[in-house]
């Protein structure tokens, strides 16, 4: 039977391309997402400020939830 250059590719496993070609290396370093030098300082106030950021977030919904709905500190004391 006679193959051609298309016939062949058709043939062969997408997963096999595609890990010869992601694979391969390019004869670089690997690219890293981070790459270091960084300053412990800034990374653990960014890490800190994201944190509060998202807990500040939550903490504000939910108060106001809570005062469109008519649950407050004020009540509750009065009631217990």
């Not at 058709?10 to 890293?32: C, E, N, S, V």
């Not at 106030?45 to 939550?58: K, R």
């Amino acid at each position: 039977m006679l193959y051609t250059t298309l016939s062949r590719t058709a043939l062969r496993p997408a997963a096999r391309t595609a890990q010869r070609r992601f694979m391969g290396g390019d004869g670089h370093h690997k690219h890293m997402v981070f790459e270091p030098p960084f300053d412990r300082k800034v990374v653990g106030g960014v890490a800190i400020g994201i944190l509060a950021a998202g807990f500040g977030v939550i903490w504000g919904g939910a108060k106001f939830q809570n005062k469109k709905h008519g649950f407050t500190w004020e009540r509750y004391r009065a009631e217990n």
